[in-house]
């Protein structure tokens, strides 16, 4: 299934994403992380792509059990750091041979001492979707970030590139994470201004412990707003203290995302199925309330 169809209605939805063990890992225990995953029913569940590209053959085959084995729609990352277009066209055939149609096409993160990009690599992430667009029936996800790209010195700018991803093909668009949900709010009008008419999905991480707080806003230039920086100061020493308040912080933003149309939530789980359950279980009336 398309994940644009299942964004299409106004029906709450709850994705989960999923890294992939580094090559020469043992694959076991991402198995039995899917599957916990899975018995939560997420509506999809996103694979990504490892850095420089580096679980790429993983993801195609994680993505393909997720879909086979627990009959849920995934989505597979895509970027154009890690591989040349030869790379990138024969991926898509094997996608295609798998049945795997929802990919999310991502620039990717520039290794340290890399000559990205090359003469035979995409440069940007629209070229990308423009690329995968003409390659197959694919439904295509891309990226956004609601406090602007760290490497883009204007906000305008950052939006302009975004409306180049839409109209070259993106079906859909994941956030970045965000701790305020007033950032968000005040980006969907910003985009709806440019005319960014395709589904946004909210993307939001659980922030459990300090050094994942320090290192995610160091990578994706995210601020954390003064009620959540107490709470990571005031608990930061504290582990089971600061999960409870991670969680339940996470389960607030949700709720508050709902309750004012943002319908389309998906969770940066960081391979932790106990983190995604126990969220889901506090919003488990809210979530399925078509089934209560």
Do not use: W
């Amino acid at each position: 299934m398309k994940i644009k169809e299942l964004l299409q209605s106004d029906r709450v939805t709850v994705s989960c994403e999923i890294f992939p063990p580094k090559a020469g890992a043992d694959i076991s225990r991402i198995d039995a992380i899917v599957q916990k995953i899975a018995a939560l029913h997420p509506n999809f569940i996103s694979v990504t792509y490892g850095a420089g590209g580096s679980t790429s053959k993983r993801t195609l085959e994680i993505a393909t059990k997720i879909q086979n084995t627990y009959h849920i729609p995934a989505l597979a990352h895509l970027t154009c750091v890690s591989s040349t277009k030869e790379d990138i066209s024969s991926m898509l055939d094997k996608m295609k041979e798998n049945g795997i149609e929802n990919i999310l096409a991502l620039r990717g993160d520039i290794p340290q001492d890399s000559d990205f990009p090359s003469p035979v690599q995409y440069h940007y992430a629209s070229e990308l979707i423009q690329d995968i667009k003409a390659q197959g029936d694919f439904c295509i996800g891309g990226a956004c970030y609601p406090e602007g790209h760290v490497e883009c010195e204007h906000k305008e700018d950052d939006i302009d590139f975004l409306k180049r991803k839409v109209d070259c093909g993106c079906d859909f668009l994941t956030t970045q994470m965000f701790f305020d949900n007033n950032v968000l709010y005040h980006f969907l009008y910003r985009v709806l201004s440019k005319k960014i008419n395709v589904p946004i999905v909210a993307g939001v991480m659980p922030v459990i412990n300090s050094r994942q707080i320090k290192r995610s806003c160091e990578l994706s230039g995210t601020a954390l707003p003064p009620r959540f920086k107490a709470i990571a100061d005031k608990f930061s020493d504290k582990p089971k203290a600061m999960k409870q308040a991670g969680i339940a912080y996470a389960t607030e933003q949700i709720i508050d995302l709902i309750s004012n149309g943002v319908n389309h939530i998906h969770l940066y789980t960081m391979n932790n199925p106990e983190i995604a359950a126990e969220i889901m279980g506090n919003l488990s009336a809210i979530i399925r309330d078509e089934e209560v």
